[in-house]
């Protein structure tokens, strides 16, 4: 059963970015410099596999939360979600900040990439301790 929580808490983290970065395109696209074409859309080839590896990684994200969550006995649907929270808010978002800071990237990047693993890590939270 703890495969299919996991990979139920992953997909779960990978639509919610779906859906975030949907709604933050175009502040995300000018903060990451990318470049648009006459019809809004990032110019380019369209390659998959930035949403392979976002796949991947949720997969290794939620498997991990898992295991915190067993060996520290959190197992309730409000510890899961202010668990993950934490683990995005004050493991990641820091991490991402790093990323961000030494190329001189704007803060506004930080922010939505932030924001991102924050309220990704609680869905995945929530979702592991509710199956």
Do not use: Q
Not at 15 to 22: I, K, N, S, T
């Amino acid at each position: 059963m703890g495969y299919l929580a996991v990979i139920i808490a992953a997909a779960a983290g990978f639509g919610f970015g779906a859906v975030w970065y949907m709604l933050l395109a175009k502040p995300w696209m000018a903060a990451v410099g990318i470049k648009v074409g006459p019809n809004g859309k990032p110019e380019g080839d369209g390659s998959s596999l930035p949403f392979i590896l976002s796949g991947v990684a949720m997969l290794l994200v939620a498997g991990m939360m898992r295991h915190v969550f067993a060996l520290s006995g959190i197992d309730t649907a409000m510890e899961g979600l202010v668990s993950g929270l934490g683990i995005g808010l004050f493991f990641i978002s820091p991490w991402i900040m790093i990323n961000n800071a030494y190329p001189g990237r704007p803060f506004r990047l930080t922010l939505i990439d932030s924001g991102y693993a924050t309220f990704g890590c609680a869905i995945i939270g929530l979702v592991l301790t509710l199956f």
